[in-house]
């Protein structure tokens, strides 16, 4: 079992910041890619942002690109999302996930295994 815990989330205007934090517990967290995905009111869960195992790969959906970094730091067991220039249309849930298989970093949900509870963040215009 792993779990996950988001922090991070909150309420800003269009252009500004936040830093989402993931913290893992329950496994060895540098054994997984981590996963970022937001889920907006009537919409779909999307996949936002993943880094593999060692941080070596990183992978970007293409409307977060240049505006969104996803790091980790294995010694803390913690993956963030640095989120710049924010819009409106990137209020969402946003939910960390772990992918625990042996395959390569990738963007699906069905891939991630196990779920945070999600931190909202909202963008006024």
């Known amino acids: 079992q792993v779990q996950l815990v988001e922090s991070g989330g909150g309420l800003v205007q269009a252009g500004a910041s936040l830093k989402l934090s993931c913290a893992a517990s329950?496994?060895?967290?540098?054994?997984?890619?981590m996963g970022w995905f937001r889920q907006a009111p009537g919409k779909e869960r999307a996949f936002v942002a993943a880094i593999s195992r060692k941080g070596l790969t990183t992978l970007y959906a293409d409307s977060v690109k240049g505006r969104f970094t996803i790091s980790r730091d294995n010694a803390k067991n913690t993956t963030y999302l640095q989120m710049n220039s924010l819009k409106p249309e990137d209020t969402a849930v946003y939910y960390c996930?772990?992918?625990?298989?042996?395959?390569?970093?990738?963007?699906?949900?069905?891939?991630?295994?196990?779920w945070g509870q999600g931190t909202q963040v909202t963008v006024s215009s």
């Open positions: 329950g496994r060895t967290f540098s054994n997984y890619h």
């Open positions: 996930a772990v992918d625990t298989s042996l395959a390569v970093v990738r963007t699906t949900t069905w891939a991630y295994e196990y």
